[in-house]
């Protein structure tokens, strides 16, 4: 082999685990990118329901990410563990440069209503009972949800389909 061969070779061995990691992620995700962060202008100025389709993606990877999280009742940080909103809240914050309510009352009415045939990576799953709101999740694609669900339990992915998710009164909204 001569030099220009094996040369050529290692620059192609060096990229296929990227190139592995990429196509991974564009399973989970439909299309991904690399998460970067907002410039600190993007916080405040970023209205809900502008997300862009990367930003969607970002918020995606990064739910995803946090699966196995600790719960926690007013929890806000990978360290101190999530509830639903809070969970929300840190990934549109870190990923999207977006402030989230902080409660599940607000995130009902955050963003733009989106019908379910139009639901993408990076919507949000808002339940409720009998008029009153009471838990969200971030919508991941496949029919399937991140949420930080009880006391005792960590996040994890669920499916909109199964037996008790199916049951309940779900809006959609992107924000």
């Not at 962060?37 to 209205?47: F, H, I, N």
């Not at 970002?58 to 007013?74: N, Q, W």
């Not at 309510?101 to 919507?123: E, F, Q």
Request: charged share 15%; with cysteine; glycine share 12%.
């Amino acid at each position: 082999m001569t030099r220009a061969q094996v040369s050529n070779a290692r620059h192609w061995r060096g990229h296929l685990g990227w190139v592995l990691v990429a196509g991974v992620c564009a399973v989970l995700t439909g299309c991904s990118s690399v998460p970067q962060a907002s410039a600190p202008s993007q916080v405040a100025t970023q209205p809900a329901g502008r997300l862009t389709l990367e930003q969607a993606n970002d918020v995606t990877v990064m739910a995803i990410g946090l699966v196995g999280t600790p719960y926690r009742y007013g929890g806000n940080t990978p360290a101190s563990g999530f509830d639903c909103s809070g969970l929300i809240g840190y990934v549109y914050q870190q990923r999207a440069g977006v402030m989230a309510p902080r409660s599940t009352a607000g995130l009902i009415d955050w963003g733009a209503s989106i019908p379910a045939p139009n639901l993408r990576s990076g919507d949000l799953v808002v339940f409720a009972q009998n008029g009153r709101t009471t838990h969200a999740g971030i919508f991941v694609g496949e029919g399937r949800f991140v949420h930080a669900p009880s006391t005792g339990g960590t996040v994890r992915l669920d499916s909109l389909k199964s037996a008790y998710w199916s049951k309940q009164q779900v809006s959609y909204r992107r924000p």
